[in-house]
Structure formats: structure tokens, C-alpha cells
């Protein structure tokens, strides 16, 4: 596994290589915008150039890097502006991947309200299929849900529902967060049944389509749907999981980011060198 960590991009996207590079990152998470915000950047043609100018001195692959959408889409809400609003925003973001050459786009599928599950999953996959008809390259990776709420996207089989409604499919895949799981019941905290789970994810999806994992605790309890994360080994889950998942064959070359909570001016530096020690 890459394993790696989300960083930040102040002060320039560009920057966030230098973060990376620092702490001796194998793959990278970014967001190429303020997370809580509507607003649609456009990149310069410097941003660009200093951005892949710097990964390539690091020593960084394309494929190291993911993009994590803003959190304010919601592409199956009950109100069709705020669809619309975030399947544009979607589409800016995949642009912007397009342009940096980052290949993955993570994003939470959204509630559907009083809609129903049936039809989240309908205007799930519609906006995604408009999402990819307007950008190049990008994959869009479906995230696991805590299922919090009505979410939708916190069992298998909504996921694969999902992404069998899309025409173009080959361009969606999904990341796989190890706290959403936890939460919305999968009992991957037991080194018996996480093999199985992730047999149960081939099985209903098919592990071909899975792109990245998120590396994170839980805080809370098996089956509570509260996303809550808590650093390696502090939280419900504990150490076992991680420890297998970070030598598991079908997840050799793939991104494993930790989104875990930090300290003030901390860094990911120790929870890598902690989970590289879990290799076998």
C-alpha cells in the first residue's frame, strides 16, 4: 500500500507536494478548494505548471494523488438547485483534476430527504454520468457512508446500484473509508471477519473497482452510522485491521490516506512511520 495522508494546500497547491515530500508521503490527498465553500477557483497556468513542476522533482506518479470533493455537494438532494448546484461544482472540480493530472475524485454521494433510497441512487448515478460527460480523465470515486441520516451510500449494494446505472462505468470506482464501514456495521475491527468483508466487497462490487482507502479509527461503536474519526489504534477498530490491511495483496498499490485528527502544527510523519512498521 501508498501509504500516505491528506495535506494542505495553502499558500499554493504546489505546496502541499513540499508537505508531503517532507514527511516522506507515498500518495497525497488535497482538496483544490476550500471544502466549505461554493466558490470555483480557476487554476493558472503557473498553479498548474508549479503543481506538477514539484511532484515530478519529488518524485511523485500521478496516480499517487487524489482530489476529495467539497463537502457541500449533494447530488441527490430534494431540492433540483441544490442538484444542480452541486453537479456543477462536481464538474469544476473534475476539471481541475483534468488539469492538474490527478486521476481520483472522491466524493459523498449525498442525502436524498424524503425522497427515498430508490431514487438517491437514480440521481446519484445521473449526476455522475453528467459529471464525466463534461470532464476528460478523471475517475470519480463513490466514498463509503457512515449512513448517517438517509445517506446514501453506506452499504455495498447502494454503491453497486449506483455504478451500474452509469453508462460509463469504466470512469467510476469507488474509496473505500475504514471508520464509514465500521460504523455503518461492517465488523472490520475482527481479524477474522475484516477478510471477509472485504471477500463480501468483491463479491457485490469487485475489488477491481477499488481506487483508494481511507485509513481511519473510529470513534465511535460497530453499526452507530456517527462518522467520527480517531487516530490509528486509539479508536473502536483498533490495530488489527490496519495491520492486515496494509499488507493485503489486492491493496499493494493503492493510495492509503489517513484523514485522522492532529494536533495543532503536528504532522502525519509518526502515524506513517507507525503504520509502516505494521508490514510484514
Known sequence: MKLGAHQSISGGIHNAVTRADRIQLSSVQIFTK????????ELSAKQIHDFQTARTQAGFRAEDWVVHASYLVNTCSENPDTRTRAVAALIAEANRCDALNIPHL??????????????????VALAITQILAASADVQL????????GKSIGHTFEQIR????LVPESDRVGVCFDTAHAFAAGYNIAEEKTAPLIFDEFDRIIGLERLKVIHLN???????SRVDRHERIGRGRIG????????????????PGILETP??????????????????R
Not at 262 to 279: G, N, P, V
Open 217 to 223: 479509527d473510529s470513534k465511535t461503536k460497530l453499526g
Open 161 to 164: 446500484q449506483i455504478i451500474e
Open 239 to 254: 490495530e488489527p485491521l490496519f495491520r492486515w490491511l496494509v499488507n493485503a495483496p489486492f491493496a499493494e498499490h493503492l
Open 34 to 41: 476550500a471544502p466549505q465553500s461554493w466558490k470555483e477557483p
Open 262 to 279: 492532529l494536533e495543532k502544527d503536528e504532522t502525519y510523519a509518526a502515524d506513517i512511520q507507525r503504520l509502516r512498521s505494521f508490514r
Open 106 to 123: 472522491v466524493f459523498h454521494p449525498g442525502s436524498p430527504g424524503k425522497q427515498g433510497v430508490d431514487v438517491g441512487i437514480s440521481l
Open 141 to 148: 470515486l463513490i466514498e463509503n457512508t457512515a449512513g448517517s
